[in-house]
């Protein structure tokens, strides 16, 4: 293991109250706190990721240091009493900082599972932590391993497909009757604040435009504006239903206020291009039986609460199933990692140049049948001294590195490895790691 | 040579069946890499199917289309190269799983036929056979893909209607895809069929003397055109689309399977295959 430490430390969501994350936030941007968090004595490479839900620290650290003073009072400052940070931090080290960083990456450790904003904060945090010099060969490493686990968690599982609100129901039932939605209008009948969130979510997809009818015109033009849209008198409704899409009604009728039989003429106008009727009010607004009429859609609050619960379900299969792909690759990063250590190196550089020169041998011998047992034996042995003597140099210039426990064994192994082609220990089916396999797995658990 | 051609049918059968296969893997566990898999499947499909088809053409001497088995290889051969060419311009989420079902169905009535090579009946020796069964039977080919568009609407309508989302709700493309999909195909294949026919009466006219005799096979393609006439006449004017466009898509469907053997089957005439 190299003597060096991934360490990661910061405050969440899960830990902490928004009341102390609010305080702790970066409010002035990147490039300040990466310039001093550069100069804390003992950090080699560091890594900031300020989010609403999140302040992160990342960092590579000096053997032997205790530099974790330094990182919480870099956090915290004198904001807080010792023992109030205490229970909020969380500190990983290791292959957990690794499995921590890529749970985040994965969106697996968001407020919503799935969320795809995540990736691109943490992609923004890493512009600017490498333009302010302060990640090195191992995080930056690290980091474009976390994208493409991040990826790969996307194109594998569905987990981004099924985020979890009445809203984004709506959306998403949308999309299946309509397919793209740009040229498609939106009715709000009644001006509740559940519609204009849905109204909002739809407007956020690309819908066309948006009609608002109330019962009090004033409000209805209010909401109208808001969306860019056009109000319209409640007597219009019907007229109304020739020329839009998707209907959202929330008003506070005790009775329905759209029957049947007024829909149903109004699909001949309409070519039976399809209605989709979203009744978030209760009591409701809409008639059932309008599902009755052909290209007709309708849904209730309680079947998009339906809805939404099958996408909780669904998301949490897949959020299992990307948890895997997390733990898979927090593995292959921590063999790569070791890979890097100087031990294995000096092996497989001795295994290395032992077999080119049997390999010659082999090649040469045969075209020499007239030699003695004893010309053959001194034959053998010079090759291997030319083997030992070529190795001398590298193996003296990796073990220095590691005894007189200077920063840089890594970039030593690294250098190393390059220059002899050791393949690099990432791959599962790496010939220079025989040990690799499912079965290492259980183990690193 | 029949060495050949009986090695590329079986070629054929394994390659239809290993892209059924792997499609509906994708189907059901969503992997991209089965997709893949089962997309070149196809495409290896339709290229080893055209060989078997030229194959038998020079085996035969005569365009492989007048015996039972002839016909449904190629039924199953413009059903694939009319996926393929839609493919080529559109997406449609898991319409090969659905095509490559039928187009190994299909197979499989080919398998169960006869397919000793018939020699040619004098009234059909004509340069009049190619055009005339071809054009028909790629017609075929669209409108079987307006089934099977019409078979995922169905399925898809019902679990919105129903409120209920499950297996198919995540697997199949929007409604609108859909839909899309059968006016496309039913453009494509009312042109073809229309084409058929005209070609046919006229085939009938230079053999008979007459364009048209109501042999029963010819009256049920009028049906079937009278069928498909319907559905885009209404579709372009008043909006039949959706629910109602897929049940057509099927009737339709229905009455071409039925043209293809009820009618040599239960009816006789002109057209049946030589026996």
């Known amino acids: 293991m190299p003597p060096e430490r991934i360490l990661l430390l910061g405050v969440n969501h899960k830990t902490t109250p928004v009341a102390v994350r609010e305080k702790l936030a970066l409010s002035a941007g990147y490039p300040e706190p990466l310039t001093t968090l550069k100069g804390i004595a003992g950090v080699r490479e560091s890594y900031l990721l300020s989010t609403c839900n999140r302040v992160e620290l990342l960092l590579v650290v000096e053997p032997g240091e205790e530099v974790e003073g330094r990182l919480i009072a870099f956090l915290f400052g004198d904001r807080f009493p010792a023992e109030d940070y205490r229970r909020y931090l969380f500190l990983h080290s290791g292959r957990d900082a690794v499995h921590h960083l890529f749970m985040v990456a994965t969106s697996l450790d968001s407020m919503v599972v799935g969320e795809a904003q995540i990736l691109g904060q943490l992609k923004e945090a890493y512009r600017f932590a490498s333009r302010f010099g302060c990640t090195g060969p191992l995080l930056n490493k690290l980091l474009h391993k976390a994208f493409s686990v991040a990826k790969r968690v996307r194109t594998e599982t569905a987990i981004g497909s ?74 219009e409704l019907v007229t109304q239903l020739a020329e839009v899409d998707i209907i959202i009604s929330s008003t506070g009728a005790s009775e329905i206020i759209l029957f049947r039989d007024q829909v149903k003429p109004v699909m001949r106008a309409r070519m039976n291009r399809p209605l989709f009727f979203i009744d978030i009010a209760v009591p409701r607004d809409l008639d059932p039986q309008l599902l009755e009429i052909d290209n007709v859609y309708l849904y209730d609050i309680d079947d998009l609460s339906n809805v939404v619960e099958s996408n909780r379900a669904e998301r949490d299969r897949e959020a299992t199933k990307a948890a895997r792909i997390v733990d898979e690759e927090t593995l292959k990063f921590q063999r790569w990692y070791e890979g890097l250590a100087v031990t294995p190196t000096i092996q497989e550089l001795k295994t290395k140049i032992d077999a080119i020169g049997r390999a010659e041998l082999e090649r040469t011998l045969p075209r020499l049948p007239e030699l003695t047992e004893a010309e053959l034996q001194a034959l053998e042995k010079m090759v291997a001294a030319i083997g030992a003597k070529v190795l001398h140099d590298p193996l003296m210039f990796l073990k220095s590195a590691s005894c007189a426990g200077r920063d840089n064994s890594d970039l030593k192994v690294t250098t190393v490895r390059e220059l002899f082609g050791l393949t690099d220990g990432q791959e599962p089916a790496a010939p220079a790691a025989p040990a690799a396999g499912d079965g290492e797995c259980r183990h690193g658990d | 040579m029949p060495q050949l051609t009986s090695l590329l049918y079986q070629l054929v059968l394994a390659a239809s069946f290993a892209a059924m296969v792997a499609y509906l893997v994708y189907f059901v566990r969503q992997n991209n890499r089965a997709r893949n898999l089962g997309r070149f499947l196809l495409l290896l499909s339709g290229i080893l199917q055209t060989l078997y088809i030229l194959c038998r053409y020079v085996e035969a001497g005569h365009t492989p289309i007048t015996s039972q088995h002839e016909a449904v290889v190629f039924f199953a051969w413009s059903t694939s190269w009319a996926y393929l060419s839609f493919r080529w311009r559109y997406t449609v989420k898991n319409f090969g799983t659905f095509v490559a079902v039928l187009i190994v169905l299909l197979l499989l009535v080919s398998l169960l036929s006869e397919r000793h090579i018939v020699p040619l009946l004098p009234a059909l020796q004509s340069y009049w056979l190619p055009i005339h069964a071809g054009v028909s039977i790629i017609a075929y080919g669209f409108l079987s893909l307006a089934f099977c568009g019409g078979l995922m609407y ?97 009737i339709g469907f229905a009455s071409i399977l039925f043209t293809l053997w009820g009618v040599g089957y239960l009816l006789g005439g002109l057209h049946g295959y030589a026996t």
């Open chain 1, 162 to 235: 099924s985020a979890v609100s009445i809203s984004y129901a709506a959306v998403q039932l949308a999309k299946k009757i309509f397919g793209s939605l740009a040229d498609k209008k939106v009715l709000l009948i009644g001006a509740g604040e559940m519609a204009e969130l849905a109204a909002e979510h739809l407007v956020g997809q690309g819908v066309g435009g948006v009609v608002v009818a109330n019962r009090t015109l004033s409000r209805a033009v209010d909401l109208a504006r808001r969306f860019n849209g056009r109000a319209v008198s409640f007597e």
């Open chain 2, 154 to 250: 169905l399925l898809l309508e019902r679990e919105l209607k129903s409120r209920r989302l499950g297996f198919f709700f995540s697997r199949l493309p929007s409604l609108e895809a859909l839909d899309q999909l059968n006016s496309h195909c039913l453009s494509a294949g009312f042109v073809f069929l229309t084409l058929g026919i005209v070609t046919g009466s006229v085939w009938a006219s230079q053999a008979w003397g007459a364009y048209w005799q109501w042999d029963p096979k010819e009256t049920w393609s009028l049906i079937t055109w009278a069928l498909y006439l319907v559905q885009i006449h209404q579709r372009f004017t008043v909006g039949w689309r959706g629910k109602r466009a897929a049940v057509m898509a099927i």
